[in-house]
């Protein structure tokens, strides 16, 4: 018997309890539920009222620990709204899909005037053909004439909508029992929903929060220090913190960046610029009451291999592709669709974050940024042509697309943050539009200084 689905779309903007609630309730009835926040919408603009990244991060926030429900974040991440007929395409090899839709849309089903008739995109197939989950709201009287043939009643009793929480929030009125409280807290950190642009840092206190941690197992310095941090807990912890150097970091953010907790790292490597140094945090109250937690954005890195398969992965720092014989790579640039550098000789080509700007950026001879600086890097490895040119500053916009001009004579391989995505023939990359991770720093951490150390060498006057 095929595993039963509920496909539970819609803005979520933001998702309040009572969708957490309706969620729940699917879930005691379904194998699966699949939570799908769109991306722009032509009749709700209120999608846009906040950038999806922070969408993506509230939708996480509150359904991402319920047993048996996955948050789909490919609406926000390609900025699409993908219709209940595509969505049944895409999910139907997996399962039977039930499509979860509010007691209003099937309201004159009966005499074929339901919104889902009229107004969906292969509306009247799906009625017919298509299982649906309807909801029925507080005081609302559903007609059982109007369902469609094949349903599911499910009552919520449960009262809350995302206009009322926004209309709470830009009033600065309280939203306690609206919201989940991850989500609450995450709104008030970055002020969502009450001014144009959200701020990407906030200071705040971890004095009394909880903690799990991380330590590199081949650090020694790492294992030294983890009697003195103290076992820290695994069950449900407030943020995360990271022994070791940046790789250390980059595993840890690779591993668990949806689940959505602040990262503390402490450096037991060499530069450790994701890390706060151990003599800021060594032999003081931990955790520390006073820190900056920035917002920093990820790479969302689409390869095509030989085969024309499409592989999409994300990075923190990086993504690059580089020659894999000992011959050099022959690359074509595109930036936004334009064709920048028809031809680019050298042993690869790099994209990094302004955090990861320090890291292999650096040493290919790209200049580093502050690590919120509202901008990335395009870097090429070892340049024979185009003469002179070494790297391209890039708005957060934009979209890089690399293509292997000899895939079969000259193969390239693509890396994340490290990690080999094999041979390919096109590579893109852009800032993610769903995926960041929360870097907390100690508020005496100064990372300007940090990158004029490793620009302006103590010895350069020598």
Not at 140 to 159: G, M, R, T
Not at 195 to 206: D, E, K, M, T, V
Not at 216 to 232: C, F, S
């Amino acid at each position: 018997m095929p595993q039963r689905i509920a496909l539970f779309g819609g803005s979520f903007n933001p998702p309040g309890l009572h969708h957490r609630v309706i969620a729940q309730r699917l879930a005691r009835e379904f194998d699966q539920v699949r939570i799908i926040p769109c991306g722009p919408r032509p009749d709700k603009p209120v999608t846009g009222s906040i950038p999806a990244v922070y969408r993506a991060a509230l939708a996480d926030l509150t359904f991402g620990d319920l047993p048996g429900v996955i948050v789909d974040l490919f609406d926000l991440e390609q900025a699409t709204f993908t219709r209940n007929h595509a969505l049944q395409t895409r999910f139907e090899n997996e399962g039977e899909i039930w499509h979860v839709v509010g007691g209003d849309l099937v309201s004159g089903g009966a005499t074929g005037k339901s919104l889902i008739q009229r107004t969906w995109a292969e509306g009247e197939y799906l009625w017919n053909h298509a299982h649906f989950a309807v909801l029925t709201r507080p005081g609302y009287s559903l007609n059982k004439a109007d369902l469609p043939p094949q349903s599911i009643v499910f009552e919520i009793e449960e009262h809350g909508s995302s206009t009322l929480i926004r209309d709470h929030l830009s009033h600065g009125q309280p939203v306690l029992g609206l919201l989940n409280a991850r989500a609450q807290a995450y709104i008030e950190r970055y002020g969502l929903y009450r001014a144009p642009n959200p701020g990407n840092w906030a200071r705040q206190s971890l004095n009394g929060k909880t903690y799990s941690i991380e330590a590199d197992p081949h650090n020694t310095k790492a294992q030294q220090w983890l009697a003195e941090i103290g076992p820290g807990t695994n069950d449900k912890p407030d943020f995360i913190t990271v022994l070791g150097g940046d790789g250390a970091m980059l595993r840890c953010i690779r591993e668990n960046w949806r689940e959505r907790r602040p990262f503390f790292g402490i450096n037991a490597g060499h530069l450790g610029f994701l890390m706060n140094a151990p003599e800021q945090v060594l032999g003081c109250p931990f955790p520390p009451s006073d820190v900056i937690l920035r917002q920093m954005p990820m790479l969302y890195i689409e390869v095509e291999d030989k085969a024309g398969t499409i592989h999409k992965s994300y990075g923190f720092n990086d993504a690059w592709l580089e020659r894999a014989t000992s011959q050099s790579a022959w690359l074509q640039i595109i930036v936004n669709g334009v064709e920048r550098i028809p031809k680019l000789v050298s042993d690869g080509a790099l994209v990094a974050t302004a955090a990861g700007s320090t890291a292999y950026a650096r040493s290919m001879g790209a200049s580093p940024l502050l690590a919120d600086t509202p901008a990335w890097l395009l870097v090429g490895s070892n340049v024979m042509e185009p003469a002179h040119w070494r790297s391209a500053l890039l708005s957060v916009d934009t979209t890089v697309e690399i293509r292997s001009l000899s895939p079969d004579h000259r193969p390239v391989e693509a890396f994340v943050d490290g990690l080999s995505l094999g041979e390919i023939v096109t590579f893109r990359a852009r800032l993610s539009r769903a995926a960041s991770a929360e870097i907390a720093f100690c508020a005496s951490h100064d990372m300007a200084d940090k990158i004029a150390a490793i620009q302006f060498h103590k010895d350069s006057a020598a």
